[in-house]
C-alpha cells in the first residue's frame, strides 16, 4: 500500500471505508476476528483498515484518541468528521452504491461541506463521473514513525484533505483514462478478481438549502462524480468445488455460473473451478446480462451452445434463463440469496436458498434451504437422492420378482392341471421369512459405485421402465421355473423321498394318479400323506426360499455383477438374510412348528439341490447383467455422439 502513495490510491480506500457498511472487530471473548456484513463489503472494510482507516473513527465524534492496531487514524478532540446524510443502496440494475456525508470544519463560512463516495461496477461508475483525480501525493500518511512505520494523520486532517484533494486536484475525466481504465478492468477481470470502481466528489451547499434524503437522492449524488480508481478482491472457490462441479458433470448436470461480476472475472473463476473446460467446447460461451436482453425467450432457448456463465445479469435475465432452461425440457435447480434472486429462485423447478446468508423472502421463495451455504452440500443431495430411488426400485423389484415367481409357479401347475405345489401355510409362511426382513435391508443399502456417473433418469418415466420390467419378469420366471422343475422331479420320480431326512419306507407311492387327478378323489384330498409328495413340496419349498434370500443380494444393482456389490457394504441385508434363513430352518426342523407348516425334516440331498439352484441362479444373474451392460455401453456411446448441447437433462 505504501508503494502507491498517491492521491487516487488514497481516495479509494476512503471510498472503501465510507461506502460500506460491514464491520471487522476483534472478538475478545471468542478470541479471534470476527466480521458482520456482505463479504465483499468485509474484505473492503480490511482493506481500508490495513490503509489506516475506520469507519467507526472517522464518522464517530473523537473524544480520545483510538488506534486500530498500529496502523489506525489516530482521532483528536474535536467535533465529528463525518456525519451520514444519505445512503442509496446498491441494486442490480444501477450496479452502484452511494453514501453522503457532511465533513465537518471544510466548508466556507455559511456553507456546509458535502462529500459523495459511491463504488460499483467500473463501467458504471464510469458513466457517472465527468472528472478523475489528478496526479497529486497520498494523504494518509506523513513520513514515519520512530520505528520506521508509516506514520497515519489524524481522521480530522483525513477529511481536510479529503476534502482538499476532491476540491483542488480534479481534472476532467479523459478518454485515454477511460480507455486504461478499461483495459486495466479486463485485466485484473482475466486474473480471476472481482473488480470494483470507487469514485467521489465535493459540494458546498448554503446552509438554508435542504439536505434530505430526497435532495440528496440519486440523480444528485450519483452524477459529476470524480474517478479515484480500481480495486480488485479475489473470492476464492471454497474447498471441494472442483470436484463437486466434475461430480455433476460425470452425473450429467450442466454447472452454469450466473453472477453480477465483470464476464472476464466470471469466466476466469468458471475456468478454474470447471465449469468452462477446455475438453468441452459445449462449455465455453459466456455473455452478458446487456447480451440476453437483446434476446427473446425464445431465442434464449434456442441457444445452441448454452452459455455455462451469464456476467452482470440482472433481476429480469435470471428469470429469463430458468424460463429458457425449461422450454428446453431441463429440470432447473436455481440457487440464489438475495430479494433479487427470489423471483428467479421461485420458478425454478427445485429454488435452493442460502441458510446462513441469504435474506427471509429468498428462503420462503425456496424448496431447499441450506443450512451451509455450500454448493457441495447440493451435489450430495443429489447423490442420496439418487441412493433413496435407487434403493426404492431395488425393493419394488425384489418383491415383484419374488411374488411373481409365486404366481407363475401356480399358473403353471393350473395349467397342467397338477395339485398346489405349495399349501396355503407355506405361502404365508414364505411370505413372512423371504418378503418381509431382506425387503426392508434393501432400504438401507449404501450408493452404489457408479451412482454419479449416470446420466439423469427420466422426470416422466415411471419407476419401472421397460427394462428393468423385463427384468423382474425374466428374474421371476428363473425361479418359478427351478422351483416348478424341483417340484416335478420329487413327484414324479422317487427323488422325493430321497430327500427326506426320515423315510419309514412304509407308505406305496401313487406317482402319478397323486398328482395329476388321476386316482381316487378321497386320496387326491390330502396329497401330503404320500411321502413323497410331502418331501417335494418341502424341498421345493426350500429352493424358492433359498432363490428368494438369495434374489436379495442380486438385486442390490439391477446390472452391476454380485461380486463388485459385494456382501460386506450393506450389513444389514446380511443380518436380515439370516434371520430369514433361520426361521426357513426352524419351520423344516422344530417338531410341532413344521407340523403346522406342513413340512417334512429334509436330509443332505435337498440340501445338495438348493445349493445347485443358488449357483445356477448367480450365474444366470451374471449372464443377464452381462448383456444389460453391454446394452447400457451402446446406448451411451450414441447419447455421447449425439451429445451436442448439454451434458444431460439436470440443471
Known sequence: MDKHNTAAADMSFVVCAMCNNAEVFYDDEAG????????????????????????????????????????????????VPFTLLAENAFDSDRKRMSVVFEAAGNAPAGKRCVVTFAKGAPEEILSVCSHQLGNASGFLRQGTTVDGRPARRTVEEIAVSVAASLSSNIVPLSDELTRVAGETCEKMA??????????AKICYMDMDEAVTEEALGLA?????????????????????????????????????????????????????IGIIREDKPSTQRAISGAELDLLSDEA?????????????????NKIKIVRALQQSGNIVAMTGDGVNDAAAVKGADIGVAMGLGGTDITKQAADMVLMDDNFTTIVVAVEEGRRIFDNILKFIMYLLSCNS???????????????????????????????????????????????????????????????????????????????????????????????????????????????????????????????????????AFGVLTVLQLNQAFLSRSVDVSVFKTGLRANMWMVGCVLLSFGLYVMGVYVPGLNTWLELVPLGWPAWLVMFGAVVVQVAFSELTKMVLRAIGRRRTKRMGDREQQYYGHDQ
Open 190 to 199: 482475466g486474473r480471476g478478481l472481482r473488480v470494483l470502481g470507487m469514485a
Open 405 to 539: 415367481a409365486e404366481i407363475i409357479l401356480f399358473l403353471l401347475a393350473a395349467v397342467l392341471n397338477l395339485d398346489l405345489p405349495f399349501t396355503t401355510i407355506m405361502i404365508l409362511w414364505a411370505n413372512i421369512i423371504a418378503d418381509v426382513p431382506p425387503s426392508l435391508s434393501l432400504g438401507m443399502d449404501p450408493p452404489e459405485h457408479d451412482i454419479m456417473d449416470r446420466p439423469p433418469r427420466n422426470p416422466k418415466s415411471g419407476v419401472l421402465t421397460k427394462t428393468t420390467t423385463v427384468v423382474m419378469i425374466i428374474q421371476a420366471s428363473f425361479m418359478a421355473l427351478i422351483t416348478f422343475a424341483v417340484f416335478l422331479v420329487g413327484v414324479l420320480t422317487p427323488f422325493g423321498r430321497t430327500v427326506l431326512l426320515n423315510d419309514d419306507d412304509t407308505q406305496t407311492d401313487q406317482y402319478v394318479a397323486s398328482i395329476f387327478h388321476q386316482g381316487d378323489p378321497e386320496t387326491n384330498a390330502n396329497e401330503n400323506k404320500f411321502a413323497h409328495i410331502a418331501g417335494a413340496r418341502s424341498v
Open 32 to 79: 479471534e476476528w470476527s466480521s458482520l456484513g456482505d463479504a465483499t463489503e468485509v474484505a473492503l472494510t480490511i482493506a481500508a483498515q490495513k490503509a489506516g482507516l475506520r469507519k467507526a473513527d472517522i464518522t464517530a465524534a473523537g473524544t480520545q484518541s483510538s488506534t486500530a492496531g498500529s496502523d489506525a487514524a489516530t482521532s483528536s478532540p474535536g467535533g
Open 300 to 316: 434464449t432457448a434456442l441457444l445452441n451452445p448454452f452459455p455455462s456463465v451469464f456476467a452482470r445479469v440482472s433481476p429480469e
Open 220 to 272: 444528485w449524488a450519483e452524477s459529476e462524480l470524480v474517478f479515484a480508481g480500481l480495486v480488485g478482491l479475489i473470492d476464492p472457490p471454497r474447498s471441494g468445488i472442483v470436484e463437486s462441479v466434475r461430480r455433476c458433470h460425470t452425473a450429467g448436470i450442466k454447472v452454469i455460473m450466473i453472477t453480477g461480476d465483470h464476464i472476464g472475472t466470471a469466466t476466469a473463476i468458471a475456468e478454474s
